[in-house]
């Protein structure tokens, strides 16, 4: 599994951005997905996951009720979509692959990441 994030960029606080991330692979829809995020010097905290057959999601406290995650099976794509953006949301955002069984919100049970995309909201 190959995934690919885009959509960061620079924002004011109060403002909004999607986040994608691009999936390769034919078992996609079986996959659960989970984006991540990083400041340095920090560990990767976990932002939001969502099941394999999207029925399920599970959000970190700190972004329930601004942030939502969705996947489109047939573009093998999964988005964050970031609403009500604050300079603490400032980070280097991961997207992840879980092929366990349960969905994952810690980094030890993923296992396939892209490359980040960075997300930085001005205050």
């Known amino acids: 599994v190959q995934l690919q994030a885009s959509g960061g960029g620079l924002v004011q606080a109060g403002g909004s951005l999607r986040l994608s991330c691009a999936a390769s692979?034919?078992?996609?829809?079986?996959?659960?997905m989970g984006w991540f995020r990083q400041v340095p010097r920090k560990e990767r905290e976990f932002v939001a996951a969502?099941?394999?057959?999207?029925?399920?999601?599970v959000y970190a406290d700190s972004v329930k009720d601004r942030f939502t995650i969705s996947r489109d099976d047939a573009k093998n794509t999964v988005y964050l979509q970031m609403n009500s953006l604050k300079p603490e949301d400032t980070a280097v955002y991961y997207c992840?692959?879980?092929?366990?069984?349960?969905?994952?919100?810690?980094?030890?049970?993923?296992?396939?990441w892209g490359q980040g995309t960075q997300v930085t909201v001005s205050s």
């Open positions: 992840a692959a879980d092929l366990g069984l349960r969905v994952g919100t810690t980094p030890n049970m993923y296992d396939y």
């Open positions: 692979g034919r078992t996609f829809s079986r996959n659960h």
């Open positions: 969502i099941s394999g057959s999207g029925g399920s999601t």
